[in-house]
């Protein structure tokens, strides 16, 4: 089975601190994403990345930056994290080409709450 | 710019009972629709995934049918069950890594 796993499932954070979550997914997918998820707004996309080093900005990137430094692993940070940042995050990962060919496989969710 | 609708926003029906959950879409030159569940606080978990080219996807229960010259695609769930309690969200992509999600359809099967 796809996995896809981030490091915390919840976190509280005061406004103005760097705040890293933190995803690996254990199945060799190119892509990966950040999404945050607010009740009325549904889904949005904050980046994503394709390949190793590369990234995309998604509709929100305002106030997040990412790292991708391998392959399996793909980092949101929040560089100075503000009370409209309390949020789910949700990160996700997809391969290309095949039958499952873009096929998205989520996470369990980061719950941040930044006071 | 895509737009997904799943209506209703809710569905409360006893156990037993077939649910039938809508997604239309506006543009239909998709790649492909994938539809997912999600119980509270939870992420999202993918239940079918139907290639631009498929008319439709089984796996138990669950069907999902794709119709892209109308821009919809419905998802039967057959005997409903009171665990098929949850948030059912579709999402259309376009091949440009930006997936489309609908607000979703939350379920309650009552026992």
Same mark, same amino acid.
């Given at each position: @089975?796809?996995?896809?796993?981030?490091?915390?499932?919840?976190?509280?954070?005061?406004t103005g601190e760097k705040v890293f979550l933190e995803c690996v997914q254990d199945m060799d997918? &190119?892509?990966? +994403?950040?999404?945050?998820?607010d009740p009325g707004l549904g889904l949005r996309l904050i980046y994503f990345?394709? @390949?190793?080093?590369?990234?995309?900005?998604? @509709?929100i990137p305002e106030g997040y930056s990412v790292s991708r430094e391998k392959k399996e692993r793909f980092s949101l940070i929040l560089e100075s994290?503000?009370?409209?940042?309390?949020?789910?995050?949700?990160?996700?990962?997809?391969?290309?080409?095949?039958?499952?060919?873009? &096929? #998205? +496989? +989520?996470? &369990?969710?980061?719950? #941040?709450?930044? #006071? | 710019k895509q737009e997904v609708t799943q209506i209703p926003a809710a569905l409360s029906v006893p156990e037993g009972e077939n649910l039938?959950?809508?997604?239309?879409? *506006?543009?239909? $030159?998709? !790649?492909?629709?994938?539809?997912?569940r999600q119980d509270p606080g939870k992420g999202l978990t993918s239940l079918l995934l139907i290639q631009s080219s498929q008319r439709e996807q089984t796996s138990g229960r669950l069907n999902a049918s794709l119709d892209k010259s109308s821009g919809r695609s419905t998802l039967?769930?057959?005997?409903?069950?009171?665990?098929?309690?949850?948030? !059912?969200?579709? $999402?259309?992509?376009?091949?440009? !890594?930006?997936?489309?999600?609908?607000?979703? *359809?939350t379920v309650t099967v009552r026992a």
């Open positions: @089975d796809v996995k896809v796993t981030q490091s915390s499932r919840y976190l509280v954070k005061r997918h &190119e892509n990966m +994403f950040w999404y945050r998820q990345s394709y @390949d190793v080093k590369m990234k995309e900005k998604g @509709d994290a503000s009370t409209n940042q309390t949020s789910m995050y949700l990160c996700a990962s997809s391969g290309q080409g095949g039958d499952s060919g873009g &096929e #998205l +496989f +989520f996470g &369990e969710g980061s719950r #941040l709450t930044v #006071l | 039938v959950l809508n997604c239309s879409f *506006t543009d239909s $030159a998709i !790649y492909n629709l994938q539809w997912f039967y769930i057959a005997a409903s069950q009171p665990g098929d309690s949850a948030t !059912y969200l579709c $999402a259309c992509d376009s091949n440009d !890594y930006k997936l489309s999600f609908g607000a979703g *359809t």
